[in-house]
């Protein structure tokens, strides 16, 4: 089945604890992207990839960092969470620039 | 940066209603997209529109790309239960080799039996 894998689906860690959330898509598409989703905010893009070694910044990067070693993989590293960091991520991928995303299922992350 | 207004940001309708949403934008737009995204889920691509004055449908689902490429407008016909959840509109700029995704924030439907 085409899809987008997010681990894990619920992460609770504390402030300054290094995390990565990964995402692997089994579409072999180029683009990768990752998203927060916060209430009254909606879905803000994090980084995207365009493809292997390729990443720049989306509207909201600072606080994350993102690789992309293989066209498979776009892990979402965190150095040191903060609180404000708690929110809703998605990973997503496309096949090229002009097409829409397919979103994975989600991270609920909740720093304390 | 780029924003989208997307109205209305609630809808609360009787089942079997028709409902119309819409993105507006100071930016052009290459691509629109509408997305549905249920609780818990991630959004899911419904309709994706990619040329000015484009209206395609997707079962009870009409969406148009706007003549002047800075709006965009999603029907749904005779609306059921399982309509519900959030609808996003999303613009996509695609020049040189961004693919940067831009998303409204998102209309929440409910639809009463």
């Known amino acids: 089945e085409a899809q987008v894998t997010q681990n894990p689906r619920y992460l609770i860690t504390v402030t300054g604890k290094k995390l990565t959330v990964t995402c692997s898509q089994n579409m072999n598409h180029e683009y990768m992207s990752w998203y927060r989703q916060d209430p009254g905010l909606g879905l803000r893009q994090i980084y995207y990839?365009?493809?292997?070694?390729?990443?720049d910044k989306g509207d909201v990067p600072e606080g994350y960092k993102v690789s992309r070693k293989e066209k498979r993989n776009f892990p979402l590293i965190l150095e040191s969470p903060s609180p404000n960091q708690t929110s809703l991520y998605f990973c997503a991928s496309s096949p090229h620039r002009s097409a829409g995303y397919t979103f994975g299922s989600g991270t609920r992350l909740t720093v304390v | 940066g780029q924003q989208l207004n997307q109205s209305p940001q609630s809808m609360f309708i009787q089942e079997g209603e028709d409902v119309s949403m819409n993105c507006t934008s100071s930016s052009i737009f290459n691509t629109w997209l509408w997305y549905k995204q249920d609780p818990g889920e991630g959004p899911v691509l419904l309709i994706a529109l990619y040329k000015a004055g484009e209206l395609t449908s997707n079962g009870r689902l009409t969406a148009q790309f706007g003549i002047t490429r800075k709006d965009s407008f999603l029907n749904i016909s005779a609306s059921i239960p399982s309509d519900v959840g959030i609808y996003f509109c999303a613009g996509l700029n695609y020049g040189g080799s961004q693919g940067n995704l831009i998303f409204g924030k998102g209309t929440k439907l409910s639809v009463k039996p």
């Open positions: 990839s365009m493809n292997v070694e390729v990443t």
